[in-house]
């Protein structure tokens, strides 16, 4: 069942706990007017069509929802995702996919600075062009960037990997280039399948590309523990005080 | 005088401490990262004093007449407002930090006597989620284990932007805690040096800090009461950001706060002492017409029903302990002693919460040692102390002549010193002078 919201006539209020309230179904939003924290919170399998651009923090939090926005979003769009997915087709802020622990967040455009930063396990997919610090402090789960990486890209990166097919400006503190084996393939192919539109859709083959053409960017590991000396032990050694 | 002395004079300036810590340096080539919070001598509340009742002022008897403690945040806006019975409440302290034990003792002692224990920055376990009546759910740089589960089973949530031990630094948690249950919680590899983000991911500034706190109203369906956490840095400033973000309720933990693991030039020398802070935030909250409606929780080194008192004199509405609930529930016991001096330490000393050897089976992972703290009977220490506190806050009240320990106020105080008299604007004892004012 498909239901419409018209964000001139009903509040987000409104709007938001009746997505708390349901437990399946399809929304149409119309006019979101760059609302903030438009569709936050989902925690059923709902799926939520936004025909406009968002304002921040859109899909917030999603759990096992599908949000999909036909314009831009603002900063944090899926910030700390669950599960489920959430795909627009213009460009994202900053902050996009922020601490996401698990689930697909495709961005058909480009997305801003820090990509990506904290991720614990999301997945994320840009079509187009990721910003500075991108997937900083990123802890676990997939940055697949078709276009470039602007500068200090995985700075402080712990496990999760970074897929790039054009140039990156620069890599952060810790961040190294990292041998592309067959499994990391593996995961790009479905990356890449997942967050491809079926053909004859709205921007249908976006996503397209071929895995062979990326570079994998992770973590040198350098920066997981303080270095710490020991000169008594080394001078007890040499029997000296 | 015996000549001998002269040639055993501490040097000021090097004395033993000063020594230790620049041989320590020499050998290892890193910072020294400890727990606690800032152990050099600062002005503190014991520098101010009350006036107690007098010709003018009517005291209330000290065992009858009732002298109420209740504190309500959150009222208007959140569907669930906190009740609390007493203005004490536990602070932010991560079960990673912590372990399971010692952090399911706060729930039992915080519940028991009718107040609120806090989460920290490893999330919300099962544990102290079922032990603690009322809990209070951070919302961290870190986000380690966030989620909207956990978020709508909290009763307040708390955007940390600070602490006072690290205003401006992010947690820490060295590999020697970082076991398989810490390490899943956090998303991160086993016995890594962990250093959590000391910026929020998504937001920065007030403006956003606005609508981050919309989103998680909105996540929550606007049920629990929203407070903002910061380090005393600006309490001024900070405290009017965070009301027009929309805050109800502000957190201001001075530079005494605790932690459990920071750099010690970070404890010693960033932050400024919870006396120096309180009034700062107050006046913010007068000057923006809304004092004593979000209500303002004073932090960092508070320890008794004195400091509760002096806190809430001077315009807080309630205080919230970490060091203290510790020591409460068994930290540096000194039927302990021999055992933190196997650790180069001792009873009334010991500050290496980082190293998660801790005897008493608080500041640890290992289930050896953390199993050496019964969760009921330290539950038990800690409402005791709270109700101590609250006991001594009351007697304090009454001689001052209050009903409800709110109505404490400026005019009951004087200051000890000049410096606390300029910090907390209170006439300096025997005097009417206010620096700065007059």
Known sequence: ????????????????????????????????RGAHALAVGITTPVTVDVEGSVGYFCAGMNMTGTVRVDGNAGTGLAENIMSGLVRITG????????????????????????????MKG????????????????????????????????????????????????SLGSDCVEKEMTPQHLDTLSRLLEAAALPAGTMSAGTMSAEPGDFRLYGSARELYNFHVDDVDAAAAAKGKP | MN?????????YTFDRNVIAEIRRAANTGIYRIRGWGAKRELPTFDDLVFLGASMSRYPLEGYREACATDLVIGE???????????????????????SAQAKEALGRGA????????????????????HSETLVYQYLPSRYGMNPDDLRRADAIEVVVGQGAKPGGGGMLMGQKINERVAEMRTLPEGIDQRSACRHPDWTGPDDLMIKIIELREIVDWQVPIYVKVGAARPYYDTCLAIKAGADAIVVDGMQGGTAATQDVFIEHVGIPTLAAVPESVRALKELGVHREVKLIAAGGIRSGADVAKAIALGADAVSLGTAALIAIGDNDPALDEQYRELGSAAGFWEDFQAGNDPAGITTQE????????????????ANYLQVLTLELQTLARANGKSHVHNL?????????VEAAAMARVPLAGTEWIPGDS
């Open chain 2, 76 to 98: 208007g806006r959140a569907e669930r407002p906190v009740r609390l019975a007493i203005p004490i409440t536990i602070a932010g302290m991560s079960f990673g930090s912590l």
């Open chain 2, 367 to 382: 289930p050896e040692l953390a199993s050496r703290l019964d969760p009921e009977l330290a539950g038990r220490r800690l």
């Open chain 2, 111 to 130: 519940t028991a006597a009718g107040t609120s224990t806090t989460t920290g920055d490893g999330g919300m376990t099962a544990e102290e989620r079922g």
């Open chain 2, 409 to 417: 106020e400026p005019e009951d105080l004087a200051a000890l010193t």
């Open chain 1, 91 to 118: 460009n994202a802020t900053m902050s996009a996919g922020a601490t996401g622990h698990g689930g697909l967040v495709v961005i058909e455009g480009n997305a801003g600075a820090r990509c990506g930063i904290s």
């Open chain 2, 3 to 11: 000549q001998q002395q002269w040639h055993h004079r501490e040097s």
């Open chain 1, 122 to 169: 999301v997945d994320i997919v840009v079509g187009g062009n990721v910003g500075h610090m991108s997937a900083f402090m990123a802890q676990a789960g997939n940055l697949v960037v078709l276009g470039d990486a602007d500068h200090d890209l995985g700075d402080s990166i712990y496990e999760a990997e970074v897929f790039v097919r054009g140039k990156v400006a």
């Open chain 1, 1 to 32: 069942m498909t239901t419409s919201i018209d964000l001139s006539q009903v509040t987000l209020r409104e709007l938001n706990k009746r997505l708390h309230e349901t437990d399946e179904g399809r929304f149409v939003v119309r006019n979101p």
